[in-house]
């Protein structure tokens, strides 16, 4: 999974990069972008490593992408650079940062906080990038057609058609409802209205008790499908990651942070991507793979090999909790919670599976 974070200069990008990867960025330049993997933290994970110790564990991973925010020359123009664009697209999921702290030394660049404005601005860009994007595909497939119009041609410009109206209403495409063949229709276009958003007020210290009031003026964002509110201190949690771990967890309870800011943006980002985690367990290896859901096991086990998936024959599955209260794969067996699934089991979140194949 990949994330890219943009917002306007001074937001607090970078720190938020930083509290979330551990890295120590400075300021992204005009052209570069700041990027780190990082491992999702999962406690199931561990409690299986401690009961298997295998000789490796390997959690599931996501990518942060810190990108620049609107330079001077941009922001007299009015917009982002096909390069920031182009960057974006690349990502699973967009994270929008806006400015909703005072500090006398980090001037707002628009000269006044307003979180509305500012999601705004940021949404308005990608309507517009993704606008382009349509108008130049209806145009090709206009003369397409006048040469040769298949019945793929006329769905895909139904699509776009659909997609131009939304736009024109300035409303983002993750509003609009696709079926699945048109998702494959558009897929390609990587539109960036269409990405799952969470958008991120950077909130002083002392409104870190107050979150849940900043999230709720902001309900209309909330209310878009796709989409989650989440009120974040970048420069607390940043100051918190280069702590040790007995002094961070203080410093939480202190400032009122019930989890870490990475836990949180992680619950929303699986959230909004419908994304779920399974297990595969051993002496050599544990390891969490992450799938969409509604996954058939036969795709889930072509995500650790395509050999697995095209050898599929069965998969031996047992859910965590399942495991964790008989705490053996021989007793799970015997009380029959471990059990064969075929091509068609749908593979569920802490899904435990050994998958049996034949290439």
Not at 32 to 49: G, K, M, T, Y
Not at 250 to 272: E, H, K, V
Request: aromatic share 6%; net charge negative.
């Amino acid at each position: 999974m990949k994330i890219g974070i943009v917002g306007l200069p001074f937001s607090g990008k970078t720190t938020l990069f930083n509290a979330l990867t551990g890295a120590d960025a400075a300021q992204a330049g005009k052209r570069d972008a700041h990027r780190a993997i990082v491992q999702v933290p999962d406690e199931r994970l561990d409690r299986l490593d401690a009961l298997f110790t295998p000789k490796k564990k390997t959690p599931a991973t996501i990518e942060y992408i810190d990108l620049s925010g609107l330079s001077a020359d941009e922001q007299k123009k009015g917009g982002f650079s096909d390069q920031f664009l182009g960057q974006l697209r690349t990502a699973d999921a967009v994270l929008v940062i806006a400015a909703a702290f005072h500090n006398d030394n980090v001037p707002h660049p628009l000269n006044r906080i307003d979180l509305q404005r500012d999601f705004n601005l940021v949404q308005e860009e990608f309507i517009l990038s993704d606008l382009g994007i349509v108008e130049n595909r209806l145009q090709r497939l206009e003369k397409e057609m006048r040469v040769r119009k298949t019945d793929l041609h006329v769905k895909e410009e139904q699509v776009l058609r659909r997609c131009k109206t939304a736009i024109d209403n300035l409303q983002p495409l993750r509003t609009l409802e696709f079926a699945p063949d048109e998702e494959i229709l558009i897929r390609g276009y990587q539109f960036l209205s269409l990405k799952p958003h969470i958008l991120v007020p950077n909130i002083d210290e002392k409104e870190i008790g107050r979150s849940e009031a900043v999230a709720a003026a902001l309900e209309n964002w909330a209310a878009i499908p796709k989409t989650a509110v989440l009120p974040i201190s970048a420069q607390i949690e940043m100051e918190i990651r280069q702590l040790s771990p007995d002094e961070a967890e203080i410093f939480r309870l202190d400032a009122g942070i019930q989890q870490p800011a990475m836990n949180r943006l992680l619950r929303s980002s699986y959230q909004l991507l419908g994304l779920l985690s399974f297990f595969t367990v051993g002496e050599d290896e544990v390891r969490a793979w992450t799938i969409h859901s509604n996954t058939l096991a036969p795709q889930a086990a072509g995500v650790i090999h395509s050999d697995i998936e095209r050898g599929f024959i069965r998969a031996e599955v047992v859910h965590y909790d399942d495991f964790i209260m008989r705490g053996s794969m021989a007793k799970c067996r015997a009380e029959a919670v471990l059990r064969l699934e075929g091509k068609d089991y749908i593979v569920k979140d802490g899904d435990i599976i050994n998958f049996r194949f034949a290439v």
